[in-house]
């Protein structure tokens, strides 16, 4: 929240545990009341979002304006993005910051593609009418509503919630055809239809999950660049984001983080130690990553002032729960005229997660999985007033929808790819999300 957006009804509330269990005990709070509400950790510190000022939503059909019990749609021009800033900035409230998500089906609108068949909404952000910044010291709350705000501040000064047990998933087996998907792929790549592409699977999930849970027990075993729990346009999920699509400052500087390549972590020092100079040594590995890295720097420098294009900490190798990657940081700063949007649509979806060239990448995507992504591969953002946008990319997450919970992860297919392998990575990043789902907690009665 801004400075502005503090002088217009925020103030300290009560001390509180840290950042993420305060968050996870406000998104028990709406879980209880079915109400929409988005949790998105950025370095340490967790911005929380609930009840509607109004929601926007990007479809198909075109750009849908709910607020105030009213609904207003709009025909989507060739620059969609564009109207939701506009629609953003005629209800938002000074000093308004946006929360939602992206689903990976955006990138085809973005890039003039037909978006698939059985696609739902492309993006859903919320205009909140109720706001918690949760750091190192007391939570800042933004809450305009006296009882309103007694309730969170009775939330955060409650015991926590029992967890339940854990909950197994077989993320070994595989009954999507991976392998088959993955040679598939390569001979593909091998008639020069595309570099790159990223593949994925599913894992359905049996059982009840409690999703907050699983986010706190998660968040405690992995060291993500972005955390986020989110109920939000029918869709639930919580996720531990290895990287982001695209961070741009309220001054126009920006960037982005692409991660490609990647071995295990299995808590043995030596082991880890040498998978760590292997992966960093690997022609497959080297090439997926230095390929990513160049569309990224194109993608960077075609909203960016000349010559203000950067790439920092080239490789360097970066630990994220159950995996370690290759990792390197692409800087820009926005031309004028250019906007934090802008960046987003050139940057989404994230080549690490999508392939390159991106166009056939998607088709290749089409062919080989079993229908639309939906959040998976796309982003959860916030946006404000100001221009500040921060979108991390959805991997390492678990949803929910229609009484259903899975989860989903995929590998980078180059032409040296071994389809043994590249599922083999699949299990590996799995376990940055299986390893800590819960199951419901002991029922508990005043």
């Not at 957006?5 to 509180?16: I, L, V």
């Not at 009840?51 to 479809?59: K, M, N």
């Amino acid at each position: 929240m801004s400075t502005a957006t503090e002088q217009s009804g925020a103030r300290t509330g009560p001390a509180a545990p840290d950042p993420v269990a305060a968050g996870a005990a406000l998104a028990r709070d709406c879980e209880a009341r079915s109400a929409p509400y988005v949790l998105y950790e950025r370095d340490g510190e967790v911005l929380f979002a609930a009840g509607v000022r109004a929601e926007i939503v990007l479809d198909r059909s075109g750009l849908h304006v709910h607020s105030g019990g009213r609904t207003r749609t709009e025909a989507l021009t060739d620059r969609p993005l564009d109207q939701v800033a506009a629609a953003l900035a005629a209800h938002g409230e000074p000093g308004w910051r946006a929360y939602g998500w992206a689903a990976f089906e955006l990138g085809h609108l973005l890039h003039g593609l037909p978006t698939p068949d059985r696609t739902g909404a492309l993006l859903h952000l919320l205009l909140p009418d109720r706001e918690a910044r949760l750091g190192d010291g007391p939570p800042q709350l933004r809450v305009a509503d006296p009882a309103a705000r007694a309730a969170w501040e009775a939330t955060l000064a409650a015991p926590p919630v029992p967890a339940g047990a854990a909950v197994a998933v077989d993320e070994v087996t595989d009954t999507t055809g991976y392998r088959s998907a993955v040679a598939a792929a390569v001979r593909e790549i091998h008639e020069a239809r595309f570099r790159k592409v990223i593949l994925s699977r599913t894992v359905p999930v049996d059982g009840a999950v409690d999703l907050v849970a699983t986010y706190e027990a998660g968040r405690r075993g992995n060291n993500p660049a972005r955390s986020f729990l989110l109920r939000l346009g029918g869709l639930a999920a919580a996720g531990f984001s290895p990287e982001t699509v695209v961070e741009v400052a309220a001054d126009g500087t920006f960037s982005t983080q692409p991660l490609a390549g990647t071995r295990a972590l299995s808590g043995d020092r030596e082991t880890d130690s040498a998978l760590h100079e292997e992966l960093r040594n690997d022609p497959k590995e080297i090439y997926e990553h230095a390929v990513s890295v160049q569309l990224a720097q194109d993608e960077v420098a075609a909203v960016s002032v000349p010559g203000s294009v950067v790439v920092e900490d080239f490789m360097r190798v970066v630990l994220r729960g159950s995996v370690q990657h290759l990792a390197s940081r692409v800087r820009g700063r926005l031309r004028p005229g250019v906007s934090s949007w802008d960046a987003f649509a050139r940057l989404f979806p994230s080549v690490t997660a999508s392939g390159l060239p991106k166009a056939p990448a998607f088709a290749a995507i089409g062919r080989h999985e079993d229908g639309p992504r939906g959040l998976y591969a796309g982003a959860v953002l916030t946006v404000d007033h100001a221009g500040a946008l921060d979108a991390a990319l959805v991997l390492r997450s678990v949803y929910q929808r229609d009484g259903l919970t899975w989860l989903r992860a995929g590998a980078g297919i180059v032409a040296q790819s071994s389809p043994e392998r590249e599922l083999e990575e699949t299990r590996e990043k799995l376990r940055s999300v299986s390893r800590f789902l819960v199951g419901p907690g002991p029922v508990v009665t005043a």
